[in-house]
């Protein structure tokens, strides 16, 4: 790694390449996993009162409608506010720029974007380095499943983030780069952003896109240990002669001890857009933070053991571009509600992602059009108390439903089922998703859950592989399969309110007053996102 040439860090997951990130992220890794609950420092203050914004003239840079903190992903949001006539900025602690490392995507959410009216078809044709089909789901020992068109795209986000930036800015945005926030102190009337660099803004609301560590995350959380966490190692190679299809999972047949315990290894594959020969190559485990969880220094050991069999490469014939790591946490009780006036989390820092997933990019897409409005609306009508505010990050039981999946895919110390247990159940899984169609197993292949289908797959898993059920009590035990049942009927709620009810009341929303009509509309994007019910086929 000292002797890869990589350039500085960017912000965002997987926007540092070096040893010496690593162990910096490592230390933080092990600090999380060794200590209790710890109050963290209080980021976000309260004042009494108004504080005008003539208050502020002889401190204040500019004044806004909004400030946006984190621009990786925040950028996105922040063009979509502009596009509707909102005075934005956004505060970056780097230089905002994208990472080297492409994201991989689907063009079915990429499109999204278009429809929000931030990206052109033209824009997603420049910024995809790499396209490629078909795209397995592996599970070693037991089969494969071939699909086409998911997870299929290589996008740059270097060149993404740099359109981005230049639409931002020409539609009025602003940008303070390599500027830190230091602290926000709120007022009835307005919200005061502090930077370290001594300057201070304000707006109107903030929004925090400061990603999975965000200060102000910790805050509300009271310091709390995630629920699980995803530990991702990879590298970028050339020298790959066979690089023409991706691998959206591969799992391993067994369970491996690393450190003082057990981790199940799973990989992912794809062509990367800056030659014929170079492929990204990603290994990945769920864990539950707590003292003797591997490091990342650990995994990537592995990696190295490992990826050259499930490549059929030799190391030696590689060139190693770079080496990609990152943590992923995850909490159950999310997405995170507004805990304070003026400020919403968005993004990794809301939680909206799903549990398995480790990676934020496909999920902004998909909620992007929602919130964007939301926000817009909330605005437009001083909507910006902590409870209408966290009417854009409500309750989605089809996220939470998710929570199961990832506390089965992850191996424990002491499990009382096979070491190919995680293997099998997956392959029965897929399997009989295949079974019952597109409509069943694309959108979870895009971290969808659905109602009808899930059914669906729960209902011919019993059928095919009965036995297989008291291998899962065993697995997971009967509280959180008490939990998962009671998200579960709750997903089943919400679709048929989202059918059934939102065409009932939906033609009635604009004879309500303002405030009813906004939370109206949020309740019914509620029903309709937490049943995974904007999800369209292609």
């Given at each position: ?448 859950i659905q109602f009808g289908p899930l059914v669906k797959t729960l209902g011919l898993v019993m059928l095919t592989k009965p036995l ?71």
């Amino acid at each position: 790694m000292e002797k890869i040439l990589v350039s500085g860090e960017v912000g965002g997951a997987g926007g540092a390449y070096s040893y010496t990130a690593l162990k910096r992220l490592d230390q933080l890794w092990s600090t999380i996993c060794s200590t209790a609950s710890q109050e963290p420092k209080k980021f976000v203050t309260r004042a009494p009162g108004s504080r005008n914004v003539s208050d502020l003239n002889d401190k204040s840079i500019d004044t806004f409608d909004v400030l946006v903190c984190g621009g990786t992903l925040g950028i996105f949001l922040a063009a979509a506010l502009s596009l509707k006539g909102h005075r934005v900025a956004i505060v970056e602690r780097n230089l905002l720029k994208g990472r080297e490392q492409e994201w991989n995507i689907s063009r079915k959410e990429l499109l999204e974007l278009v429809d929000v009216g931030i990206l052109t078809k033209d824009d997603i044709n420049q910024v995809t380095a790499a396209k490629f089909n078909p795209n397995r789901c592996g599970f070693q020992g037991k089969g494969e499943i071939w699909v086409e068109d998911i997870l299929n795209l290589g996008v740059s986000p270097a060149k993404l983030i740099e359109i981005m930036k230049k639409r931002f800015i020409s539609l009025g945005g602003v940008i303070f780069e390599g500027c830190s926030v230091s602290s926000i102190c709120l007022y009835d009337d307005v919200v005061v952003l502090e930077l370290a660099e001594e300057k201070i803004l304000s707006s109107r609301l903030i929004i925090d896109a400061m990603g999975n560590f965000s200060p102000l995350v910790k805050q509300i959380r009271l310091g709390r240990k995630p629920d699980g966490v995803c530990l991702v190692v990879g590298a970028c190679a050339r020298g790959f002669t066979e690089n023409v299809t991706s691998d959206i999972i591969y799992s391993s047949s067994s369970v491996k001890k690393v450190g003082d315990t057990k981790a199940h290894y799973f990989w992912e594959a794809f062509p990367a857009g800056s030659g014929q020969a170079d492929r990204t190559t990603y290994m990945f485990t769920y864990v539950e933070p707590q003292p003797g969880c591997p490091k990342l220094e650990e995994l990537l050991e592995d990696y190295w053991d490992l990826m050259p069999a499930y490549q059929g490469v030799s190391l030696d014939g590689l060139e190693i571009l770079r080496v990609i790591y990152g943590i992923f946490p995850t909490y159950r009780d999310s997405p995170l509600p507004a805990a304070f006036n003026r400020i919403l989390q968005f993004g990794d820092a809301s939680g909206i992602q799903s549990p398995v997933s480790f990676g934020g990019f496909g999920s902004l897409t998909r909620h992007l059009g929602r919130l964007s409005t939301g926000i817009d609306e909330a605005i437009n009508g001083n909507f910006l108390d902590s409870h209408s505010l966290s009417l854009l990050n409500p309750y989605m039981p089809n996220l939470s439903a998710s929570w199961l999946f990832q506390r089965a895919m992850s191996a424990k110390k002491e499990d009382d089922v096979s070491e190919d247990f995680i293997n099998e159940l997956l392959y029965i899984n897929f399997r009989c998703m295949q079974r019952l169609g597109d409509p069943v197993l694309r959108p979870f292949l895009q971290d969808v859950i659905q109602f009808g289908p899930l059914v669906k797959t729960l209902g011919l898993v019993m059928l095919t592989k009965p036995l297989i059920i008291p291998s899962i009590f065993r697995k997971v035990g009967v509280p959180v399969l008490l939990d998962w049942f009671g998200h579960f009927s709750m997903l089943g709620v919400y679709t048929f309110l989202s059918i059934f009810v939102d065409p009932l009341i939906r033609p009635w929303i604009n004879s309500f007053p303002t405030k009813t009509k906004y939370e109206m509309r949020r309740h019914l994007d509620a029903w309709k996102y937490g049943a995974g019910l904007d999800y369209k086929q292609q």
